[in-house]
């Protein structure tokens, strides 16, 4: 039976059980989409950033020899409705199973519910691989407690998880340290300058100004510092463990007039220009 999978723009995970090995007749699909970039405004940084890292991601699945149908916005066959879309798919390729992986929003999980429920398709959702729970274990966990503690639900997930634990207890002898971990920057610890990847995005501006895709904020097209394939994020996750993670308990929450960071983990990463903060 021929098989259309569909992969959102946030779920470009190499490991994925999707993509171990390809498999005859098996497609995927990707789509950059107006429905997407018009729901709401979005930083023009995000925007590119999504763009092009779904493009690389796609480039990866075909070299390995995955079946990849990727449709740029200003394609001209791009119809910029999901179910249009996969409606036209589905029946060119003769698929009689859709399959695609369960969205962070709740917006696209109904989308592709009730495509799926009014079409006569095998298949369904799966699992995106991303967490450590799943769906309804927080529901499951609180049912019928009076106190509704994420506290308590972090630790109990610690202990399934043995996550930072010695035997029964945490590390350290406390489950946190939130307390030392919300003071002011007081500049005894210089920030960071990790490694910055140069992604040139400006056929991607080109192609969203033509288009008249409203944005908010600034680029530098040539220079886009977002990492944006595996081996960016890789280079930066090591050196945020190596240069970064010792001070970023204490100063994790601090923020600064003059510097253009973050001390958080996603901000320590790279250079964050100032005109990026108003579209967090």
């Not at 592709?112 to 995106?128: I, K, N, Q, T």
């Not at 729970?133 to 407690?145: I, M, Q």
């Not at 506290?151 to 030392?180: C, H, Q, S, T």
Request: hydrophobic share 35%.
């Amino acid at each position: 039976m021929t098989t259309l999978r569909l992969i959102l723009g946030d779920q470009l995970n190499h490991n994925h059980s999707w993509f171990q090995n390809p498999q005859k007749g098996v497609h995927y699909l990707m789509m950059e989409m107006r429905q997407e970039t018009d729901y709401v405004t979005h930083h023009i940084q995000k925007v590119c950033a999504f763009f092009l890292a779904m493009r690389r991601f796609a480039g990866f699945l075909e070299n390995q020899g995955f079946q990849v149908h990727y449709l740029k916005l200003g394609d001209p066959g791009n119809a910029q409705a999901l179910e249009e879309k996969l409606d036209h798919l589905l029946k060119k390729l003769n698929c009689r199973r859709f399959e695609w992986q369960l969205p962070d929003e709740w917006r696209l999980d109904q989308q592709l519910r009730e495509f799926f429920h009014s079409r006569d398709l095998a298949g369904g959702p799966v699992d995106s691989e991303h967490f450590l729970t799943t769906r309804d274990e927080l529901e499951a966990f609180f049912a019928g407690k009076k106190q509704y503690l994420m506290e308590n639900f972090y630790r109990n997930l610690r202990r399934r998880e043995n996550i930072l634990m010695e035997g029964k207890d945490p590390v350290g002898g406390r489950w946190n340290y939130d307390a030392e971990n919300r003071k002011a920057y007081d500049g005894s610890v210089p920030f960071p300058q990790g490694p910055k990847p140069e992604n040139d995005v400006s056929a991607i501006v080109r192609m969203l100004d033509s288009m008249e895709v409203r944005t908010l904020g600034n680029i530098d097209p040539e220079n886009l510092n977002w990492p944006l394939d595996r081996s960016q994020a890789e280079a930066q996750l090591e050196w945020f463990c190596s240069e970064a993670l010792p001070h970023f308990g204490t100063f994790q929450d601090a923020l600064t007039e003059k510097d253009p960071f973050f001390f958080i983990p996603g901000s320590l990463l790279h250079s964050t220009p100032k005109s990026f903060i108003p579209g967090r």
